[in-house]
């Protein structure tokens, strides 16, 4: 089965989300106010009155929200090659990839070695078959540094489309054997044994991938092409029955999606994702009053995005707002209550804040969720002290 190099749109935002975490930070926007009253302001009690906070907020008001805020990134900071990728990343999620490109461009001849830029003209050459040009574009951001795990598996994607599998494959055995390996780090390693027909190392780095994310149906596919391969018939039916089921039911979900899914959520968090990228120029910066500004106007555009949460609270964390950061990660472990590492950190918020109940409760409920995690042993601390 060959690989599949373009992505439908709806794949198309978590492409975006890659580029935010590919180099060190770079990103932006100014605003007319310093943002300080938003920054004492509480999560619940923040209200905007620009039109494209209120609840009936159109799709074109929200585009016209992100625009306007990585124009104004740009013209604040115009040599700054950052400002110009923001741009970049709000055309690419629209598709509007020529303009893309430019930006991209031109953010390179601003800084020659600017790894962001490559990234993203890689995700450009890879949406477009052209394989061996994104390969190049990949390996440049390899050679200047940085620790995304996602690198080498778009490398390796993009040697392994190009038809070069042993080149695909020595970069994927390397990278298994970190600790920023992935489900779709071993998928992919199982997709190129198979190409090279080498059907057991396939089978094994396909069980990989299902160890760690069972309901992955491309590596339970993969698994019975292997084991076709291997001459089991049983263990290759048992894997093409699982794959029916688990396309079945993601055809089901996909289409539930679609149904609530609408052009003001598209728009929503293009404009969310714009404020967040904006957020970081400044925290590299050290305008930090701008930058939680930014964050918090990210949280309201998309308040289900626990990503944006987590990073105004580690924002808030930092200059040691305890309380605010307290308030954000009560919001995130509503909505992501099987996340130890965040119970943890809301005991350890409320346990600085001198609030043994809330800390208590939060850290028994992070050794309910794993006792045997290690990380644990924190939680038993903090509650042996504060009893």
Not at 69 to 88: K, M, N, R, W, Y
Request: negative net charge.
């Amino acid at each position: 089965m060959r690989l599949m190099a373009n992505q439908p749109r709806a794949r198309l935002l978590a492409l975006v989300a890659l580029l935010a975490a590919v180099v060190v930070g770079a990103f932006y926007v100014r605003r007319p106010n310093s943002g300080a009253g938003l920054e004492r302001a509480s999560l619940r009690q923040t209200k905007l009155a620009e039109p494209a906070f209120q609840t009936g907020a159109t799709a074109g008001e929200l585009l016209e929200l992100a625009e306007r805020t990585a124009d104004e990134l740009i013209e604040e900071f115009p040599d700054d090659p950052g400002a110009h990728s923001v741009q970049a990343r709000r055309h690419y999620s629209l598709s509007e990839t020529e303009q893309a490109r430019a930006l991209w461009r031109k953010s390179l001849t601003l800084d020659p070695e600017f790894a962001e830029a490559f990234f993203g003209l890689g995700l450009l050459a890879l949406d477009s078959d052209r394989h061996e040009e994104a390969a190049e574009r990949f390996e440049e951001v390899a050679r200047l540094g940085g620790e995304d795990p996602r690198v080498p598996v778009l490398l390796a994607k993009s040697w392994l489309l190009a038809g070069r599998t042993e080149a695909a494959i020595l970069i994927l055995e390397q990278h298994v054997t970190t600790e920023q390996t992935s489900a779709e780090a071993w998928e992919l390693t199982g997709q190129a044994y198979l190409q090279a027909q080498q059907f057991d190392r396939a089978a094994q780095s396909f069980q990989m991938a299902v160890d760690a994310l069972p309901d992955m149906k491309e590596a339970v596919y993969g698994l019975s092409r292997a084991y076709a391969g291997l001459g089991d018939s049983q263990k290759a039916s048992f894997y093409a029955e699982r794959f029916r089921q688990l396309a079945e039911a993601d055809h089901a979900r996909t289409r539930g999606d679609a149904k609530a899914f609408s052009e003001r959520n598209f728009a929503a968090h293009i404009a969310a994702q714009t404020h967040v990228d904006a957020a970081r120029i400044y925290l590299r910066r050290k305008n930090v009053p701008r930058a939680e500004d930014l964050l918090l106007r990210a949280v309201l555009l998309e308040p289900d995005n626990t990503q944006f949460l987590v990073q105004l609270q580690q924002s808030l964390q930092a200059r040691d707002a305890h309380a605010q950061a307290a308030e954000v990660g009560e919001r995130i472990v509503q909505l992501a209550p099987q996340e130890l590492d965040q119970w943890l950190n809301l005991g350890w918020l409320y346990s600085n804040l001198n609030q043994p109940e809330r800390a208590i409760a939060a850290c028994q409920q992070a050794i309910e969720l794993s006792p045997e995690d290690p990380r644990c042993q924190q939680a038993h601390e903090i509650i042996q002290r504060l009893q």
